[in-house]
């Protein structure tokens, strides 16, 4: 199976900060990668597909970038609504499977 | 717009048999473009993949649960369905049913299954 290692697993900032999350493969996936927000009670939603696509409809503060094994989710300056927790997940083979996630809460 | 609603029951007593079904509107599950996956969350933790079944039939298991599950489709009523046996407390969770281009585009909203006597 292909262990996916997201850090870190909290992550404090401000409105307005740039953040990075990375998510880390335990062999190459290629850009088989997909990045989701999650908020309490809702259903994952979809932002980033294959490593560093936009999803329709998702702001373009949110960017994704890499391929092989390490990966990175940027958003270039944290607005309010974007405090959640995200998850990477990989679809180059089965299993698929997701990072642990990493929180987002307000410093 | 695609819209995909789980169903089923909330509570199920261990040794027993969780039974969800996800009905796809706004699309087709017969579609070849896409498969339709499930996915848990346990309480408070991260996302774990159950399994997937593709318009054909096809299907493909998470190992960790491949004993005890079974995915099935439904065209004429555009549904496809998840059965986990033999539960225990550790199979409570959100399960969510969603559609996989090869990522997970649209999701259901989820249904929280609670696994007790």
């Known amino acids: 199976d292909i262990q996916m290692t997201q850090s870190p697993s909290t992550l404090s900032a401000s409105v307005g900060d740039r953040v990075t999350i990375t998510c880390r493969a335990s062999?190459?996936?290629?850009?088989?990668l997909a990045w989701y927000q999650q908020k309490p009670g809702k259903a994952p939603k979809l932002l980033i597909y294959q490593a560093s696509s936009l999803e329709s409809g998702v702001p373009s503060r949110f960017s994704g970038s890499g391929s092989g094994t390490e990966f990175t989710l940027t958003i270039s300056s944290l607005q309010p609504d974007d405090f959640a927790s995200y998850y990477c997940q990989q679809h180059n083979s089965y299993p698929i499977t997701f990072g642990q996630g990493t929180r987002l809460e307000i410093k | 717009q695609l819209q995909l609603q789980e169903s089923g029951p909330g509570l199920v007593k261990p040794s027993e048999t969780l039974s969800l079904t996800c009905t796809v509107s706004?699309?087709?599950?017969?579609?070849?473009?896409?498969?339709w996956g499930w996915i848990r969350q346990p309480p408070g933790k991260g996302l774990e993949w159950i399994g997937n079944i593709y318009y054909s039939g096809s299907t493909y298991y998470n190992p960790s649960l491949k004993t005890r599950v079974t995915i099935s489709i439904d065209t004429a009523k555009n549904q496809f369905s998840l059965k986990l046996s033999s539960v225990i407390a550790a199979d409570t969770a959100v399960y969510y049913c969603?559609?996989?281009?090869?990522?997970?585009?649209?999701w259901g909203q989820g249904t929280l299954v609670t696994v007790s006597s």
């Open positions: 969603a559609r996989r281009p090869g990522h997970f585009d649209y």
């Open positions: 706004g699309g087709s599950v017969s579609s070849s473009t896409y498969n």
């Open positions: 062999q190459s996936i290629s850009s088989w």
